[in-house]
C-alpha cells in the first residue's frame, strides 16, 4: 500500500518538518480487536513530534484522513494508528488487482536458482526424512518459481559406494536370483531387503567372532562380509565387469521404485547428478586451495582447512593417502554445479545432522572466491518423529515413505466415507479423491511448520477435516467450487458500494498474496504460504456462513459475492499449488 506510505512521508514533513524513507515507515494489518484494515506504527514519529504517541498519532491520522479519500476514519491505539480504508478501494482492488489473471504473477527476476534436493542413497527405500525432504525442496522449488527465479530442481543421487556394495554382495549370495519381476517386490524395497540381510548377517558373524575371544572392535573389522564387500568397493572402482554389471542392475531397480515414489508423492527434478561421476572430482580445488594458502598439508601427507578463527575447527579435506573425503566430493560437485548452470543461488535442502557439513563447505567455498559461493544457502530442516517414537535411519525401525502414502491414503478414504463426503462417486474418481486427501493431509502437516523445528507427525490429525490441515483445506476449496457450479457468474458489471465486514476481510486477506509469496521465497519457507492459505480459507468460510451467496436478495450482490467466491477459490489453489498440494473440484 504504498499510496499510505507515501502520504505518510508527506505527513511527517508537514507536521514536524523531517524527512524520513518510505521504506522505514512500517506498515501492518491491523489486529483483530481493533477497527481498520492496514495500521501504521506511529511510535517511532514520537521522536520528531516530541509529543505523546497518542497525540502524534492523531496528528497524522488526521493528516492522512485529509490528504486520502481511502481513508474513511481512524482510531489510535498507543503508539498504533489504525487506518479504516473505504469500501470503494478494498472493491477496487477485488476488480483491479486479485480477479484478473495477472494476479500475484511475478514477472521473471532474471536470477537462476538451483534447488538440490532429495539426493537418496540407493541402498535402501525412501523414508519419513526422505519425505520432508522431498515435499520441502518441491515446495521451495514452486514457491521460487513463482517469486520469478528460474529453477533448476537437482537430485544428487549417491549411487556407489559401500553401502550399495553391502546390499550387492548380500543379494549375490542369499539372492537366488531374485527381482522384483520374479518377488513382485518393488526395486528399491527388494535391494533395501538385501541391505537388511547383510546387517543381520554381519552381525551373527561379529558375535561369533566375538565369541572366539576378539573384541568388538576386532570381530567388526575381521568379519568375513565387512572384508568382502569392501574388496567388492575395490573392484568397483577397479571397473570390475561383473561387479559394474551387478551394480547397474540394481541400482536400475532402486531407480524404478524410486520413481514410483516421487509420482506418488508428486515431485519432479530437472536434473540427475549421480556420486559416481563426482566422487573423484575436489581433487583439483584441494590443489587450488593449497596454492591459495586456504588449506594447508600434514606431514602425514593430509589436507586441512584451518577454520578456528571462524568458530569452526580444522577439517579434513583430503586424507593422507589421497582418497577424497566428504567435503572433498561435495566442493567438486559445488563446481561442477555451477559450471553447468552458473546459477546465482544454489540451496541444499539437507537434514540439520549436516548443519555443520554445510557450514564448512560454504566457508571454504567463500575462502577459494568461487564464483556463486554468495549465493549458496542450506535449506536445513529437523527430524520428523511419529508419535510412537522416533525415527533413526540407521535403525529398523524407520517408517517407509510407501507404507506411509498408502496408510495416509487409507485414512484419508475411512474419514472420507465416515463422513459421506463420497456419496455418488465413481470407483476411479474416488480413489483419485482419496490420494488427493491423503497426500494433501501428509504434506500439509510436514510444510506448515517452520522446516527448521522438529515435528511430530500425527496421521490422524492430519486428515482433521475440522482442523488446521489440508483436507479443510481442500474441502473449503470444493465449497467454493460447488458454490459456483450451482450459480452462473454473469460478469455484469458490479455497483455494490458497501461491504459486510466479512467480505472486507477476506479482499484485505486476499490481497496479501503476492507480499506472502516474495515473504516465502526470502525466507525459503514454505510454512508461510501454508499458514497464510490456512488464514484465507477460515475466513472464507467465515463469510460463507455469515452473508449468503446464492440466496442473497439483491442480484449484484450475489454477482459481486460470486466474484470473491472464485477470487478466494484461485488463491486457495493457487497457494496449495507451491505447497505441491492438490485441490478436488468437489469431495
Ligand atoms: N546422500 C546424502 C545423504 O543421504 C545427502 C547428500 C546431500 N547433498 C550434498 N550435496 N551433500 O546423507
Redesign the pocket.
Known sequence: MNFILDATVKAVKHLYDIDIAAADINLQETRKEFEGQVTVVTFPFTKFSKKSPEQTGTEVGEFLKNELSEVSGFNVVKGFLNLSIADEYWINQLYNEILPDTFAVVPANGQKVMV?YS???TNKPLHLGHVRNNLLGFSISEILGAAGYEVIKAN???DRGIHICKSMLAWQKFGNGETPESTRLKGDHLVGKYYVIFDQEYKAQIKELKDEGQTEEEAKKNAPLIKEAQEMLQQWEAGNEEVISLWKTMNNWVYGGFAETYRKLGVTFDKFYY?SDTYLLGKDIVDEGLAKGVFFRKDDGSVWIDLTSEGLDEKLVLRSDGTSV?MT??MG??QLKYNDFHMDKSI????N??DY??KV?FTILKKLGKDGADGLFHLSYGMVDLPTGKMK?REGTVVDADDLIEKMEQTAKEQTEAMGKVDGFGEDEKQQLYHTIGMGALKYFLLKVDPKKRLLFNPEESVDFQGHTGPFIQYTHARIRSVLSRAKITNADVTVSQLAPEERDLIVSLTQFPEIIKAAADGYSPAVIANYVYEVAKIYNKFYHECSILQADDENVKEFRLQLSAASGKVINKGMKLLGIDVPERM
Open positions: 538440490e539426493s537418496p542413497n544428487l543421487v549417491n556420486e566428504y566430493q561435495d560437485t559445488a541444499y535442502v539437507v537434514g545432522e549436516q557439513h554445510f563447505l535411519s
